[in-house]
Every structure is written in structure tokens, then in C-alpha cells.
């Protein structure tokens, strides 16, 4: 399977949408409210084109060509804001280093963006924590430096970023000495699973 494949997200989206038991399953997954699920790069895409599904995410942008033009692989700063997302609950206000690996990933709205206030947990930003509107900070030109979105009830989100890449500091190039073996991005992995109970 090659996860680099560009529009890969939207193609497993078609494939759900067009399968008319298969969007039912998927339909009926996200109407649960015991469930969660978050949705990375490819991931964010899909769940994206999935929108119509998922309840509380009419807001949901696409995620287009970079405007590099290029695909993006490096490091990037990202910092965590107050949404209702059950992964990024007290997190709020960290400046955290989280790998980026993609060649479509800017974010495009077909309506008001003004919809999405309160629920963008996580944005490009400089080393002194100002939003990263150009690149090499912003790695895809998305408006505002939005790196992902959740929804109403913070149950399902969908980011860029793979912090799931990130979650001990080994896979860090450096971190600071305090930061143990556990690195930040642990804590949205553990705050899912304090929602499971």
C-alpha cells in the first residue's frame, strides 16, 4: 500500500459514498455517540470528503495541492488551540514540533470559513508562537495556518500533521532534556483513551 499516493483520501471516500451498504455501516458508526475517531493525512482526507456522514461537520474543508507544488516532508511548529476535541483536551496553548508528510494538504473551504471559529485545535505557527501564513512555516498555504479541524462535539477529527508519527522522543531530531522518554503527542492518544473510560 503506498500511503503517498496524491488524492489517495478521496478515492477511499468514493469507494464508502458509492457502496451503498458500506456508506450505511460507516453512516451508522458515526451516528454512535460512544464512538471516536481521528483522521491523519490521508486519513484527514477521507474522513473529510466523508463529511456528509459525520454529524457536526458541515464545516469541513477539502484539502488540496500544496501551493509548494511539492510533496513536504520535514518537521513543522504547531500549536494547539481550545476546541471541544476529545484528543487535544489539555493541550491547549502547547507549541509542539510534529512531522508533515504531504503533497495535498492545504485546506480549501467552498463556503465561509468564519464557520470553523472554536474548532481548529491545531495551526502552523512561528518559533514565538505567531500564526504561520507563508511557507516553509505554513508547509501547504492553508488559510490561517489551520493544520486541522474537529467537530462540533470534539468527537471525530481530522489533521495534516502525524503526531501519531511523534509520540516518544527518539523520533524527535532534538527535545528538550525534561521531555523523558514520552514525547506530547502521547497525551492525544491517552486522552482517547480516557474517552473509551
Not at 458500506?22 to 463529511?51: I, W, Y
Not at 494538504?105 to 518559533?127: C, K, M, Q
Not at 525534561?178 to 473509551?196: C, D, H, S, V, Y
Request: hydrophobic share 40%; aromatic share 10%.
Amino acid at each position: 500500500l503506498n500511503y503517498h499516493v496524491l488524492g489517495a483520501g478521496e478515492g477511499w471516500a468514493k469507494s464508502i459514498l458509492f457502496n451503498a451498504k458500506t456508506r450505511d455501516d460507516f453512516s451508522a458508526f458515526f451516528e454512535r455517540k460512544d464512538v471516536f475517531a481521528l483522521g491523519v493525512c490521508n486519513g484527514c482526507q477521507m474522513m473529510s470528503a466523508l463529511s456528509e456522514l459525520i454529524p457536526g461537520t458541515g464545516h469541513w474543508p477539502r484539502f488540496m495541492r500544496n501551493r509548494s507544488e511539492q510533496f513536504e516532508a520535514r518537521l513543522v511548529l504547531v500549536q494547539v488551540e481550545k476546541t471541544p476535541s476529545l484528543f487535544f483536551a489539555g493541550m491547549e496553548g502547547s507549541r509542539i514540533p510534529v512531522p508533515v508528510a504531504h503533497g495535498e494538504g492545504r485546506v480549501v473551504f467552498s463556503e465561509n470559513r468564519e464557520e470553523v471559529r472554536g474548532l481548529v485545535p491545531l495551526r502552523y505557527v512561528d518559533g514565538h508562537g505567531r500564526m504561520a501564513h507563508t511557507y516553509p512555516l505554513n508547509p501547504n498555504g492553508s488559510p490561517e495556518g489551520i493544520a486541522g479541524v474537529t467537530s462540533t462535539d470534539g468527537r471525530f477529527t481530522i489533521c495534516m500533521p502525524h503526531p501519531e508519527r511523534a509520540v516518544r522522543t527518539v523520533q524527535l531530531s532534538w527535545h528538550p532534556d525534561g521531555w523523558g522518554e514520552e514525547g506530547p503527542w502521547l497525551k492525544m492518544f491517552q486522552n482517547a483513551r480516557k474517552f473509551i473510560g
